[in-house]
């Protein structure tokens, strides 16, 4: 075999390997990645895992959640969006698995688009890896605002309400003989005006007005 020869072999052997290493990135990059979570109702883990193996998910990469979604510490969850890597489809059976509100959603989706990861959810027909997807997303977004604003309505509605039947919010501003002389007595014996403040739920000018009162 001649010096040609020789090194033409080599370049080959050098190029599969590249093409090899390339296929095989591109191959991880098209990775689906799944979530799935216990339900107290509708589709049981078995049933939410047997979607996603007949999908081509790998077992090693379908992430299962054993908690409620109420419970809002989700490790299974961060797990998995930490596994993901650009290119990867984040996949789940429905939305109500991932997350427990529109907001919620929008601020998961956020992240894993930060990441360059795409999300599939199968069984409502959502692709963002799809322009229909994408825009079913945007549609969520403006749900999410709509969501948030509809909750600080109905938190400012319900102050006011109880405003009006006599409920008074944060400390309060004055107070009566006996705590004055409470205070007093927990300020000879030494005791921090933060830690009065605690004791007897007043500001500290509040406290300050106390402990001067009779002093004029």
Request: proline letters at 2%; glycine letters at 6%; aromatic letters at 4%.
């Amino acid at each position: 075999m001649s010096m040609i020869d020789v090194s033409t072999q080599s370049q080959q052997t050098n190029t599969s390997a590249t093409q090899g290493n390339g296929e095989e990135e591109k191959k991880r990059a098209e990775e689906l990645i799944a979530y799935i979570r216990v339900s107290s109702i509708g589709q049981s883990l078995e049933v939410q895992r047997d979607k996603m193996l007949a999908l081509g998910v790998h077992p090693e990469h379908i992430f299962e959640e054993k908690r409620s979604g109420v419970d809002s510490n989700r490790p299974a969850l961060k797990e998995a969006i930490r596994f993901a890597r650009k290119g990867n489809v984040f996949v789940i059976t429905k939305i109500d698995r991932l997350a427990r509100s529109a907001t919620d959603l929008l601020s998961i989706v956020q992240e894993l688009e930060r990441k360059g990861v795409k999300l599939r959810v199968v069984d409502q027909n959502i692709d963002t890896t799809t322009p229909a997807g994408r825009a079913m997303l945007q549609m969520l977004a403006v749900f999410a605002e709509f969501e948030t604003a509809i909750r600080s309505e109905r938190q400012m509605d319900g102050i006011a309400k109880a405003k009006a039947n006599g409920v008074q919010f944060g400390r309060k501003t004055q107070a009566t003989p006996d705590v004055v002389a409470e205070i007093k007595r927990l300020r000879s014996e030494g005791m921090l005006i933060k830690e009065i403040m605690k004791r007897v739920g007043l500001s500290k000018a509040s406290v300050y007005r106390a402990l001067s009162e009779g002093e004029r």
